[in-house]
């Protein structure tokens, strides 16, 4: 099992472009989450999604899209880029949102918008 | 205030050394996790708990339900130990995790 995958590990974008952060997991976790990590802060939930068809926001939505058409996929849209999501942001999966759950992280995509 | 507060924040020790890594929380809690984050970005769950003790190898981490505190000890510690460590708390109120801010231990041979 290849786990939780990231694509791409590194880009940088201009203010006001567009991209879509990949994310696949092949647990068949029914839970799938966005983090952003900015240094010396501790990671942020961007969205998250309970199983297909379900999303719901975070703590830090704002500037981003995702959806969940499959249980292996859940991409991050980020429609019109600024500086202040330059950051890494981390893709997770677990089973269920259970307390003793493990989530998983993919490597990373560490973004610069400039 | 953060709802979840680590201790140091960076922590350098020579290799062999007992380590010790603070959490302290300020909101009820269901579970309590401790993450490592490689030098390459990479992040892994050490462990999982509710009460008590784990321990894996030679990292060992206990919770005090009562005093709201958790601590995650290395020993015999050894350079391929530096990393972050990250604790993170489920809230009884929800699903989602809330993380510390992570310490950053580097250990010198």
């Known amino acids: 099992n290849a786990g939780v995958t990231q694509t791409p590990k590194f880009r940088i974008l201009k203010i006001g472009q567009s991209m879509t952060l990949q994310c696949t997991q092949d647990?068949?976790?029914?839970?799938m989450y966005w983090y952003r990590q900015d240094p010396g802060m501790g990671l942020k939930l961007i969205y998250y999604?309970?199983?297909?068809?379900?999303?719901d926001k975070g703590e830090v939505p704002n500037g981003y899209n995702v959806s969940r058409s499959t249980t292996e996929d859940f991409p991050l849209r980020l429609e019109l880029a600024a500086p202040s999501q330059t950051s890494v942001y981390f893709c997770?999966?677990?089973?269920?949102?259970?307390?003793?759950?493990?989530?998983?992280f993919g490597p990373g995509t560490r973004l610069t918008v400039l | 205030k953060n709802e979840v507060e680590q201790s140091p924040q960076n922590l350098t020790a020579q290799e062999g050394e007992f380590i010790t890594i603070n959490c302290s929380y300020s909101?009820?809690?269901?579970?309590l996790h401790w993450l490592q984050q490689h030098p390459g970005g990479g992040i892994v769950s050490l462990f999982m708990l509710s009460s008590g003790k784990k321990k894996h190898g030679r990292l060992i981490a206990t919770i005090n339900i009562q005093e709201k505190h958790s601590s995650l000890h290395i020993t015999a510690s050894h350079p391929r130990d530096s990393a972050v460590y990250i604790c993170?708390?489920?809230?009884?109120?929800?699903?989602?995790?809330?993380f510390g801010e992570g310490t950053q231990l580097t250990v010198n041979p």
């Open positions: 997770a999966s677990s089973y269920s949102s259970s307390s003793y759950n493990e989530q998983f």
């Open positions: 647990m068949n976790h029914n839970y």
């Open positions: 999604s309970v199983g297909a068809g379900i999303t």
């Open positions: 993170a708390v489920r809230k009884t109120s929800g699903s989602r995790l809330t």
């Open positions: 909101v009820g809690i269901s579970a």
